[in-house]
């Protein structure tokens, strides 16, 4: 098994190998406007560091949100093109899932939340690291403040709201290592792991007018 690993769904482009064993390779850097940019170095990073070529890939992970349609697309479709091209499965893992691995807390519950904008945040709650209770769901940190008070919370968007998650700590992003780590593990047990559909969540920023201008020949 040669896992590639990768998420475009928060500001980290995070990328990671994992042989069934353990993460070989890692990398992530924190960009929110540059996904596109550094996505493909970081494939081509991870490789070289493994001292591996991309056709000894036999699966690809790729976070499926909850996130910003632009940057979470990145992800998703390149993913596509990768298991395309080397005629190998593509899964797909909720971001929010691989944080909640990554924070690696065994005894709930507690709150994964990262930044929606919007004066928003995409949450859930866990059991324990590895088993979602609720969400993913979209909502302002106030009105979600009496559900989630009292819990732990790890994510990007638990800490810029402390007044909501008074005991938020990191991670602030999700890893590639953490979700490579969680579907090797998934795979392992036998599980089927789910298919690579964007979670969204609401509508994108960019909308098409609803009122053209006509324009009549001369």
Same mark, same amino acid.
Do not use: N
């Given at each position: 098994m040669l896992l590639l690993a990768l998420d475009t769904a928060t500001p980290a482009v995070?990328? &990671?190998? +994992?042989? =069934?064993? *353990?993460? !070989?390779a890692s #990398? #992530?850097?924190v960009d929110a406007r540059r996904h596109g940019e550094l996505l493909l170095p970081a494939v081509d990073r991870v490789l070289t560091e493994a001292g591996l070529k991309l056709d000894a890939v036999t699966g690809i992970v790729v976070g499926t949100g909850p996130g910003p349609y632009t *940057? $979470?697309? @990145? =992800? $998703?479709?390149? &993913?596509?093109?990768?298991? $395309?091209a080397l005629g190998v499965p593509v899964y797909g893992l909720c971001t929010l899932d691989g944080l909640a691995h990554a924070a690696d !807390? /065994?005894?709930g519950p507690f709150v994964v &939340?990262?930044?929606?904008?919007r004066?928003? @945040? %995409?949450? &859930?709650? %866990?059991?324990d690291s590895r088993t979602r209770l609720t969400g993913p769901a979209v909502d302002r940190p106030a009105d979600i403040a009496e559900q989630v008070a009292g819990l732990p919370a790890v994510g990007a968007g638990a800490l810029l709201y402390p007044e909501t998650f008074p005991n938020a +700590?990191?991670? /602030?992003? @999700? #890893?590639?290592a953490a979700l490579a780590s969680l579907a090797a593990r998934k795979l392992a047990a036998g599980e089927e792991l789910p298919a690579p559909r964007p979670q969204y969540l609401r509508r994108p920023d960019a909308q098409v007018p609803k009122n053209y201008k006509v324009v009549t020949p001369k």
């Open positions: 995070t990328v &990671a190998l +994992h042989d =069934g064993t *353990g993460v !070989i #990398s #992530s850097q *940057g $979470l697309r @990145v =992800g $998703l479709m390149t &993913a596509d093109t990768f298991g $395309l !807390i /065994e005894t &939340a990262t930044d929606a904008r004066k928003e @945040v %995409y949450w &859930a709650t %866990y059991a +700590h990191e991670p /602030e992003h @999700v #890893s590639a």
